[in-house]
């Protein structure tokens, strides 16, 4: 198995970085993903989950992106 061989989609792949990467705001996120983003909820929305991402520990986030490695690599994604 190629544990580091992606998604497939270097997009999804940049938005999970973001999405678990301490280092970026909750506002910079919304910017990031201000193409899809229609209403205030939905902008709302996304602040919410940046930020239940931006209150796990370390370790947590390490376990998050490892997860998603085994999943882009798994064998419903090996195709993609």
């Known amino acids: 198995m190629c544990f580091l061989s ?3 989609c270097p997009f999804l792949e940049e938005v999970v970085n973001k999405t ?3 280092e970026v705001s909750v506002s910079e996120y919304q910017n990031f993903l201000q193409d899809f983003v229609w209403e205030t909820e939905e902008e709302k929305a996304l ?3 940046k930020q239940c991402f931006l209150n796990q520990s ?3 986030l390490h376990n998050f992106a490892q997860m998603m490695q085994i999943m882009y690599s ?3 994604c090996a195709s993609f």
């Open 6 to 8: 992606g998604s497939g």
């Open 20 to 22: 678990i990467s301490p």
């Open 47 to 49: 602040a919410d989950f």
């Open 58 to 60: 370390n370790e947590t």
């Open 74 to 76: 798994s064998k419903p």
